[in-house]
């Protein structure tokens, strides 16, 4: 998908010469990827320069070694076997990072127009698990997809990607005149409280005629969305040393652009190195998926067939068989990579106090012994080394034990392949706000960690 509707801001962006070159890329990477589907094909863009092959799904694979990308959706997977020495084993395993693609937001509805008090608004649902509060008296541009009339493709339907980074929405918050408890404890309805407007003339057009003149496509051309909304403010350095970077969507764009720099930083040493400096022969491999923030029981989810299919074709593209296959799982590792939760410092009590999590302290290993995170001794044994190897230091999550925990997609991608897994991830602050904070220094020893777990020596 190429982004075929695009209206830029007129903002000036920020300064981002007090950054060094891992955190001004992520900056860059999140800037350029408002939603999932724009955000693969960032990864796209990215991993094309670099000489990476786009394969379709619904096509037979190419069985000579190189590099390739998929995508589903939200979603992709990308790996190299380019490196293979000519005798490598079809049971070869895998080197796994994986992420996700989406962030919490909000959603255009399907029948989305309304009108208040004079007001033009737009009905949207509230998707994942945002911070409600911080998506108040924003400036908001819209992005996603948009499914068009077209005889030529499949079902008859194109995608068509739309970015508009203009402040076309906004969530006004109620005057503190007309409810004097607001500062007592702000309670949020999302069916009433949370609807944009995005104008007052009392004449705006449908939205799916705004869409229509926006892709310069008939209204009736028009079949379905899968549009968000994004918060406007570009990413940049925070903090009197800009120590610090202020971005949306962290969660989990810190990963998908970490994965990304890591997959390309492992192939450049895989190739390097020759297959005698690189150790066991291994296929260093991203995932990234959409839907996440929802479960993943989707079908371009964490919990769909979308891992161990690839990673079965891959396989049996090289020559191999279902018991290779097999063979190769058993053998592989999956980094989970995920943002985690630095230690606040207004609620450090909330916080497993033998766990302190430290903003630019480095990546961050969890654990969860009721398996909210897929983290074991073996796995957990893989990323230390890997930090080792990155040389930077390792930090290690664990939450309150009277409070529940998050979780990723880790624990089913172990139960899917049977992989040996862990989860890991990045520190911020903000975790779901509709902006986030991480250390101007964590994106780099990010990406050396997850580097050292692609190429480990």
Excluded at 46 to 63: K, Y
């Amino acid at each position: 998908m190429s982004d075929d509707a695009h209206r830029p801001a007129t903002s000036t962006a920020p300064d981002l010469r007090g950054l060094d070159a891992r955190a001004r890329e992520l900056c860059a990477f999140v800037d350029a990827s408002p939603s999932p589907y724009h955000a693969t094909a960032e990864v796209t863009r990215r991993l094309e320069g670099a000489g990476f092959r786009v394969l379709e799904e619904t096509e037979a694979w190419p069985t000579e070694p190189g590099h390739h990308l998929v995508r589903r959706g939200g979603s992709l997977a990308a790996w190299s076997t380019a490196h293979l020495p000519a005798d490598a084993p079809a049971a070869t395993p895998f080197r796994v990072v994986g992420g996700h693609t989406d962030s919490p937001n909000l959603r255009v509805s399907p029948s989305p127009d309304a009108s208040s008090a004079g007001w033009d608004q737009l009905v949207v649902e509230v998707y994942g698990g945002p911070l409600l509060n911080s998506w108040l008296d924003r400036d908001l541009g819209l992005s996603g997809r948009v499914a068009v009339r077209d005889a030529s493709s499949p079902f008859g339907v194109a995608e068509r990607l739309v970015r508009v980074d203009e402040a076309v929405l906004r969530v006004p918050q109620l005057a503190i005149h007309l409810d004097r408890s607001t500062n007592d404890g702000l309670a949020l309805n999302p069916q009433r409280h949370l609807t944009p407007i995005w104008g007052a003339t009392g004449a705006a057009p449908t939205f799916d005629a705004w869409l229509a003149e926006l892709l310069d496509v008939a209204p009736t051309d028009v079949l379905a969305w899968d549009v968000m909304t994004h918060d406007l403010t570009p990413s940049g350095p925070l903090g009197r040393e800009a120590d610090l970077v202020a971005a949306p969507r962290l969660d989990n764009l810190g990963t998908s652009y970490a994965g990304t720099a890591a997959l390309l930083d492992a192939v450049d040493a895989l190739e390097g190195s020759g297959p005698e400096a690189s150790g066991a022969p291994h296929i260093p491999f991203l995932v990234l998926f959409d839907h996440e923030e929802i479960g993943s029981t989707t079908s371009s989810g964490g919990d769909s067939t979308f891992l161990p299919a690839v990673l079965e074709r891959v396989v049996l593209a090289r020559g191999g068989s279902r018991e290779d296959h097999l063979r190769a799982l058993a053998g592989s590792l999956i980094v989970s990579a995920d943002m985690a939760h630095a230690t606040h410092p207004n609620y450090a009590d909330l916080h497993e106090p033998n766990h302190r999590i430290e903003i630019n302290g480095g990546p961050v290993l969890k654990v969860n012994s009721r398996g909210r995170y897929a983290s074991d001794a073996p796995g957990s044994g893989a990323f230390a080394l890997a930090c080792e190897q990155a040389r930077v230091p390792m930090q290690v999550f664990r939450s309150r034990g009277d409070m529940p925990c998050g979780s990723t997609i880790g624990p089913m991608s172990a139960a899917l392949t049977g992989a040996t897994t862990v989860d890991v991830g990045a520190p911020m602050l903000s975790m779901h706000s509709a902006r986030e904070l991480t250390g101007a220094k964590d994106p780099g020893m990010y990406v050396a960690a997850l580097t050292a777990c692609l190429s480990p020596r």
